[in-house]
T-cell receptor, first 117, second 113 residues
């Protein structure tokens, strides 16, 4: 499967600031997604990163708070804007590395552990 | 009803025993089902995929799917302490052109030496 590199691996940020998380894949992939995992919780989809167009956000997530870029088929960024302590989570980049077919599972990067103080 | 539900756990089994993890889903049209393992502080790792009714075996792992009952399970035979992790059930919902993989809350498994 594709090798997914995510950075930073962790960060501690002050409230009100922004952090940009980068996701680099070693091969071209059709679909990239950003998930959030809050402490003790499961994974929640933030958005689908669309190459060359605006990301598709899930209910409860908005572009002003979580702007996403995807300039090509191997790279994406997620920015967490105007952070508050409630944004403390693990943020995960994930990809489908085969065809988009309905049966394809997701593979995950190592995640970014964000703490907002 | 939640989209994907798992037995809440935590589940504790002795080394060498069979661990049984269960999952139900609400969308009857779902077609693809996955089990992920997540060690503490790590990202989820795919361990099993299943798409049709019945059993699918891979080493010590067996996934079982019953679409009529909307039920997926994972059996781990000869459990080892290294199997101690959170196991996440994930389902691809059907319909439309959007791909969305929905996760359950996970079941924490502890295998005691």
């Amino acid at each position: 499967s594709a090798v997914i590199s995510q950075k930073p691996s962790r960060d501690i940020c002050q409230r009100g600031t922004s952090l940009t998380i980068q996701c680099q894949v070693d091969s071209q992939v059709t679909m990239m997604f950003w998930y959030r995992q809050q402490p003790g919780q499961s994974l929640t989809l933030i958005a689908t990163a669309n190459q060359g167009s605006e990301a598709t956000y899930e209910s409860g997530f908005v572009i002003d708070k979580f702007p996403i870029s995807r300039p090509n088929l191997t790279f994406s960024t997620l920015t967490v804007s105007n952070m508050s302590p409630e944004d403390s989570s693990i943020y995960l980049c994930s990809v489908i590395d085969r065809g988009v077919g309905q049966g394809s599972p997701l593979h995950f990067g190592n995640g970014t552990r964000l703490t907002v103080t | 009803q939640k989209e994907v539900e798992q037995n809440s756990g935590p589940l504790s089994v002795p080394e060498g025993a069979i661990a049984s993890l269960n999952c139900t889903y609400s969308d009857r049209g779902s077609q693809s089902f996955f089990w992920y393992r997540q060690y503490s502080g790590k990202s989820p790792e795919l361990i099993m995929s299943i798409y049709s009714n019945g059993d699918k075996e891979d080493g010590r792992f067996t996934a079982q799917l019953n679409k009529a009952s909307q039920y997926v399970s994972l059996l781990i035979r000869d459990s080892q302490p290294s199997d101690s992790a959170t196991y996440l059930c994930a389902v691809i919902r059907s319909g439309g052109s959007n791909y969305k993989l929905t996760f359950g809350k996970g079941t924490l498994l502890t295998v005691n030496p």
